[in-house]
């Protein structure tokens, strides 16, 4: 990532393609991975905000081959996030690159914070969320 993407904090992960692959009831956010190409590979990503969320989520595919939801705000300046493919790790898209592991624990970078992991299960082709 360049530095001027940094020095404006602009993610490489970005909104599904196809919006209707996610939905939110209550505070259970479901994601149909038939509609989320983008999810078919390891370090493939979304960004789920907006359109009835109140939280930003960062849902990717790990270097593990699993799914993870992330709360996408990061806890130094609240930049977003990507999935830093073949590292195990999130890492900021702003200057002070913070880094997490795949349960949202600081490993380094401006941030002091941890960020918060949500729970997720995986069934068939339907990504089931905790908010
Ligand atoms: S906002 Fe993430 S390192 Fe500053």
Same mark, same amino acid.
């Given at each position: ?9 602009? *993610? ?8 209707? *692959? ?69 890492? *900021? *898209? ?38």
């Amino acid at each position: 990532m360049g530095f001027f993407q940094r020095l404006f904090g602009i *993610c490489q992960t970005n909104p599904p393609a196809d919006p209707s *692959c996610w939905n939110v009831t209550g505070s259970t956010l479901t994601v149909d991975l038939q509609k989320s190409p983008e999810l078919a590979a390891s370090g493939g990503a979304i960004r789920i905000d907006g359109r009835g969320i109140d939280k930003r989520v960062l849902v990717f595919k790990g270097d593990d081959d699993q799914y993870h939801a992330l709360i996408n705000r990061c806890g130094h300046g609240g930049r977003r996030l990507d999935p830093m493919l073949g590292e195990g790790t999130v890492q *900021c *898209c702003s200057i002070g690159k913070s880094t997490y592991d795949y349960c949202g624990k600081r490993l380094s970078g401006s941030s002091r914070k941890d960020i918060r992991a949500l729970e997720l299960k995986h069934e068939g082709s339907t990504l089931t969320i905790d908010l």
